[in-house]
């Protein structure tokens, strides 16, 4: 990327970046780890061509989160309404609205966007606090 001066980095952190949680000090505090390593090396590379951003995602369904239900007897339907009301948007992320953030932060449509975590929370971080 520095040899061709483009290119650009998303790395992916978590809304708890920015949102602490009783009991979760050390992950919380690796995800804002993870976004001020995003920001440093946008500063490094920035006059290299290279864009480097993190996103941040809420509570997202994934087949992780699933299969962990399962073992406790909680079917995928019964998890989404136990997630109803999450956030302003009263609903868990999808992986394609994950992945569809990455692809823009990647893209040329956000050529001149660098250094920055874009939540994609569902607004959990306005309402935290």
Known sequence: MIEQHSGAIVITSSANAKVGRAGMPLYDATKAGV???AQSLA???GPDGVRVNAVCPGYTMT??????????GVSP????ER??????LG???EPAQLASAVYFLASADASNITGQALMVDGGLSVTAG
Do not use: F, I, K, Q
Request: aromatic share 6%; hydrophobic share 30%.
């Open 35 to 37: 976004v001020s390593l």
């Open 43 to 45: 500063v490094a590379h």
């Open 63 to 72: 087949d992780y989160h699933e299969r962990n239900a399962a073992t406790r």
């Open 77 to 80: 339907s019964e998890l989404r």
């Open 83 to 88: 997630n109803e009301g999450y956030g302003l």
């Open 91 to 93: 609903r868990p992320a």
